[in-house]
């Protein structure tokens, strides 16, 4: 079974930070390129940021909106993906998801996981 557990939302001032983590079990991690999506009230699902799997090199690309300020990064022996997002501003509030996506044998196969909130509040 696969699962996507993301950890690490919650309530922020802006300019503050906050590390968002998703584990995943049940799938070769490696061989999946890693996503962070977000969701805003009344607005479409958005990407964030994306790391490719390990045999395409860990590349990162990043939305215009959260370049320089967010990072995301995997650790391997852990089947984790994670986002760190500093100087954090009011319109980052959404739900933030991770995505698996296969890029192997069963290539466009995605998993999600169930999301975590991001408030920027004052």
């Known amino acids: 079974q696969v699962q996507l557990v993301e950890s690490g939302g919650g309530l922020v001032q802006p300019g503050g930070s906050l590390r968002l983590s998703c584990a995943a079990s049940?799938?070769?991690?490696?061989?999946?390129?890693m996503r962070w999506y977000r969701q805003a009230p009344g607005k479409q699902r958005e990407l964030v940021a994306h790391?490719?799997?390990?045999?395409?090199?860990?590349?990162?690309i990043y939305a215009d909106s959260v370049k320089g300020r967010f990072t995301i990064s995997r650790e391997n022996a852990k089947n984790t993906v994670y986002l760190q997002m500093n100087s954090l501003k009011a319109e980052d509030t959404a739900v933030y998801y991770c995505?698996?996506?296969?890029?192997?044998?069963?290539?466009?196969?995605?998993?999600w996981g169930q999301g975590t909130q991001v408030t920027g509040s004052s």
């Open positions: 995505n698996a996506v296969e890029t192997v044998v069963n290539r466009g196969q995605s998993y």
């Open positions: 049940g799938i070769v991690f490696s061989i999946y390129d």
């Open positions: 790391i490719t799997a390990v045999h395409s090199g860990g590349i990162t």
